[in-house]
């Protein structure tokens, strides 16, 4: 028989209904076989793979070791399978709640502007929104996508790239009329620095120092938990931020926050991901529809 011939999926379907009913006989009802043809099956498809999968007895199946590696398989081939399908069918639709956790500043200035547009794509979708600068477990906080920058740490979790920003340091104007704009690592020390109050994936603010990029310690007099939080305090003068371009992008362009140091600025970007639990098997639709657009429609 030609590999083409062979209906893979078949013959998972087949094998899984036997070990999850426990024999030959049950998983022939259920597929509206004979248990003869049942066995066959599975004989020839032992016969194919060159491994024998379960050991047969009067009672019962018992997998073997490359039979359980099989049956996992085939369980998690056969739920993409029917997700696919069902993904693909004219009459699928997206539909429940979405959990979404992300940053202040992405959520009111990256996600806030877009959410009119994903509902009218997907009304039958409903959103619950968290802002928290903080990292958040996905499973304790019951939140299906997370908006996050930065390099993941758990291997449990798989993130799809939504874009990049470059990061910069700004005053507003009252401060610097006041304080005077800084112009070397060395002056910026003698401001005053709003900085996080949790810990970060890089500690201090990167500046180019002598032809080297060096790390400024951040010892702030305000310590803030969130960047939006930071972006208002800028704005009403409290000190200089260093914050991802798009939180400041509307205040620059109003005069309301000047870049400083430019000369200087590293150059370096924050790569911003959504966040969801990979468990091998298939996302929900109405998650993958968040995801899909996205991907489409943020532009940092």
């Not at 997206?94 to 940053?103: C, F, Q, V, Y």
């Not at 996600?111 to 009119?116: G, R």
Request: hydrophobic share 45%; with cysteine; glycine share 8%.
């Amino acid at each position: 028989m030609s590999r083409q011939d062979i209906n893979r999926s078949g013959e998972m379907e087949v094998f899984v209904r036997a070990v999850e009913l426990g024999g030959f006989t049950a998983a022939a009802r259920a597929c509206r076989m004979t248990p003869s043809a049942v066995s066959k099956l599975v004989a020839r498809l032992e016969a194919r793979l060159g491994a024998r999968l379960v050991n047969r007895s009067t009672r019962k199946l018992h997998l073997t070791p490359e039979g359980s590696a099989f049956y996992e398989r085939s369980v998690s081939i056969l739920a993409d399978i029917a997700e696919a399908e069902r993904y693909a069918s004219a009459g699928e639709q997206a539909a429940g709640p979405i959990r979404i956790n992300t940053s202040a500043s992405f959520g009111h200035h990256i996600l806030a502007p877009l959410v009119s547009d994903f509902l009218a794509l997907h009304p039958a979708i409903t959103l619950d929104i968290s802002h928290t600068d903080a990292i958040v477990d996905l499973v304790e906080d019951r939140a299906d996508v997370a908006i996050r920058a930065g390099p993941l740490k758990s291997s449990s979790l798989i993130a799809r790239k939504l874009g990049v920003t470059r990061k910069v340091i700004v005053a507003s104007p009252a401060y610097l009329k006041r304080f005077g704009e800084p112009k070397s690592v060395d002056n910026l020390k003698q401001h005053r620095r709003i900085g996080f109050s949790y810990a970060r994936s890089v500690q201090g603010w990167p500046l180019r120092h002598d032809g080297e990029t060096v790390t400024l310690p951040i010892t702030p007099g305000v310590q803030v938990g969130d960047g939006e939080a930071m972006r208002y305090m800028a704005v009403s003068g409290a000190g200089l931020v260093r914050l991802a371009n798009f939180t400041v992008r509307a205040d620059i362009e109003a005069g309301r926050l000047v870049p400083v140091l430019e000369d200087i600025n590293p150059g370096d970007i924050e790569e911003f991901y959504a966040v969801y639990i990979g468990q091998g098997g298939p996302l929900p639709a109405r998650v993958r529809a968040l995801l899909d657009f996205l991907a489409e429609h943020v532009s940092l």
